[in-house]
């Protein structure tokens, strides 16, 4: 039972290790890899959950979504401040 989910687990790697490989990398191949590898090893979930926010953070930069980038980073330690920040990305998500 161990060999087969060792087996199985190196099988996961090799297959998002390939999807990295790629000449190109968009969100979607970054969350594949990322249901791909969960929960094999936790140091791995958590860099793959900052890769994640970190890639999606550089893909509103490009298409210079800057506002909306900068809105979900609003802090939201209250329940005002979770409040306005939520109207606030509804108001900025739906303006076009």
Same mark, same amino acid.
């Given at each position: 039972m161990v060999e087969l989910l060792v087996g199985d687990s190196y099988?996961? &790697?090799?297959?998002? *290790? %390939? #999807? +990295? #490989?790629? /000449?190109?990398? !968009?969100? /979607?191949? &970054? /969350?594949?890899? %990322?249901? +791909? +590898? %969960? *929960? &094999? *090893?936790?140091?791995i979930d958590k860099t793959l959950d900052l890769l994640t926010k970190?890639?999606?953070n550089l893909e509103k930069i490009h298409n210079l979504e800057i506002i /909306?980038? !900068?809105?979900? *980073?609003?802090?939201?330690? !209250?329940?005002?401040q979770k409040k306005r %920040?939520?109207?606030?990305? #509804?108001f900025i998500r739906t303006w076009n």
């Open positions: 099988q996961k &790697i090799l297959a998002a *290790n %390939k #999807l +990295l #490989l790629e /000449e190109t990398t !968009t969100v /979607e191949k &970054i /969350e594949s890899v %990322k249901q +791909l +590898l %969960k *929960n &094999i *090893n936790p140091k970190s890639f999606s /909306e980038l !900068t809105a979900e *980073n609003l802090p939201q330690e !209250t329940e005002e %920040k939520k109207r606030l990305l #509804l």
